[in-house]
């Protein structure tokens, strides 16, 4: 069963966003590998924060916004897509799908954007409309 976890990390580093991103079936096996997860929330965490040194090296090397797969740990992969306001949208996944991550991360990125419109919005600060969390899970429900 894949697993996905999904940050928005500011322009100055700073969390904006992050969910765990749950597939559609719902096995017992699947409950007992999220409880399993719970209890790695830091360490995914932990693994989205160190990439971003990495993201660092390859966003000055490229003029794409999607970087791909750009780090790897144990059996987890992260991929990153970089916005032009500097803001990185990660996801921490242990399946290869280059295709359907990058489909997932321009509508997130479409999604970003009008969350940037809200003139009530302040750049750079913690996303906590229930709509656009609601939003990402249904991307992802499309694409993951």
Same mark, same amino acid.
């Given at each position: 069963?894949?697993?996905?976890?999904? #940050?928005?990390?500011?322009?100055?580093?700073?969390? @904006?966003?992050?969910?765990?991103?749950?597939?559609?079936?719902?096995?017992?096996? *699947?409950?007992?590998?999220?409880?399993?997860?719970?209890?790695?929330?830091?360490?995914?965490? *932990?693994?989205?924060?160190? #990439?971003?040194?990495?993201?660092?090296?390859?966003?000055? +090397?490229?003029?794409?916004? &999607?970087?791909?797969? @750009?780090?790897?740990?144990?059996?987890? =992969?992260?991929?990153?897509?970089?916005? #032009?306001?500097?803001?990185?949208?990660?996801?921490?996944?242990?399946?290869? +799908?280059?295709? +359907?991550?990058?489909?997932? =991360?321009?509508?997130?990125?479409?999604? &970003?954007?009008?969350?940037?419109?809200?003139?009530? &919005?302040?750049?750079?600060?913690?996303?906590?409309? +229930?709509? =656009?969390?609601?939003? @990402?899970?249904? @991307?992802?429900?499309? =694409?993951?």
């Amino acid at each position: 069963m894949s697993s996905y976890y999904f #940050a928005i990390v500011g322009a100055t580093d700073n969390p @904006i966003y992050e969910t765990e991103l749950i597939p559609s079936s719902r096995s017992s096996a *699947f409950m007992d590998a999220h409880r399993q997860r719970d209890d790695h929330k830091h360490l995914n965490q *932990f693994i989205i924060h160190a #990439a971003l040194d990495v993201v660092e090296e390859f966003q000055w +090397s490229t003029n794409a916004m &999607y970087l791909k797969s @750009i780090d790897r740990f144990n059996e987890f =992969f992260v991929s990153c897509f970089v916005t #032009a306001g500097n803001v990185k949208f990660m996801l921490l996944h242990d399946q290869k +799908s280059e295709d +359907s991550i990058k489909q997932f =991360f321009n509508e997130v990125y479409e999604l &970003y954007v009008k969350v940037l419109m809200n003139p009530f &919005y302040e750049k750079n600060t913690t996303i906590t409309n +229930s709509s =656009f969390d609601n939003r @990402i899970k249904l @991307i992802s429900r499309r =694409f993951l």
